[in-house]
């Protein structure tokens, strides 16, 4: 069997986007050869071939540009250097890499809509490119902060082990902001969430809470003012106190 940078399942989702033609070179190769050896995407490739002309230059968008390393790299003055990331830099390759899965897909679900025999092309055409535009906006605004929070004077990263599993959080006062990143967070369980508190002296303020897998989220509260940060897991929904005991702890 082939052996693939991406998973079977991110795989399939490019069917649709390989119909039209809006793959780019590496992502087509990949595909073709587990085109190959996978039925499922031969029998939708071959549904999709009908429909497809005339769509290919009205569906190859590419995701938003990613935060590029060079951002660290002025910060600190030099070029990051071959081998694992750790710190920021692996913090904007988790988050560039995320952001392209999320712009994939969306193309990929915008393709097969219009594939799916009964769908009018001028409905489409308008359909899409308004959820285009408002999905580039707000990746354009999320960029935009990341790219603030990362290039701030005072940045820093601190790495917590929430249940066996690293997680990161970014922090600058002088931006009053601060960003948890992690990847395959575990489940917290059923009806239960994680969920975030900025400590003021002895004082929990809750914060954001959130489900367990890919995680990317900013904090709410005054993160200025607060002298760390604590991870709990609470009832859906959150809590107004926290649960003990902590999950974990960071210092600002």
Not at 20 to 29: G, N, Q
Not at 42 to 53: C, D, G, I, K
Not at 217 to 225: E, I, M, N, P, T
Request: with cysteine.
């Amino acid at each position: 069997m082939n052996q693939h940078s991406q998973n079977a399942g991110d795989l399939h989702e490019l069917a649709p986007l390989y119909a039209v033609d809006a793959l780019e070179p590496a992502e087509r190769e990949e595909f073709e050869q587990h085109l190959a050896d996978c039925p499922r995407c031969q029998a939708e490739v071959a549904e999709y071939a009908e429909v497809t002309a005339g769509l290919a230059a009205e569906t190859a968008q590419t995701p938003p540009p990613a935060l590029r390393s060079s951002v660290l790299s002025s910060i600190h003055g030099t070029q990051p250097l071959p081998g694992p990331r750790t710190g920021p830099a692996a913090v904007v390759v988790s988050l560039d890499e995320r952001r392209r899965r999320r712009g994939r897909r969306l193309l990929a679900a915008a393709a097969a809509a219009v594939l799916l025999p009964g769908i009018g092309l001028a409905g489409w055409n308008l359909g899409v490119q308004s959820e285009q535009r408002e999905q580039e906006q707000q990746a354009a605004q999320e960029q935009d902060r990341e790219t603030r929070l990362l290039a701030a004077p005072d940045v820093a990263t601190q790495r917590v082990d929430v249940n066996g599993q690293p997680a990161t959080l970014v922090v600058s006062r002088e931006e009053d902001a601060a960003l948890f990143v992690a990847d395959t967070l575990p489940d917290p369980g059923e009806g239960r969430e994680y969920q975030l508190w900025l400590l003021e002296g002895e004082t929990p303020i809750p914060d954001t809470h959130f489900s367990g897998g890919d995680v990317s989220v900013w904090l709410s509260g005054d993160v200025a003012k607060a002298g760390a940060v604590a991870l709990t897991v609470e009832p859906a929904g959150g809590s107004a106190t926290p649960t003990f005991p902590l999950v974990a702890v960071a210092e600002i």
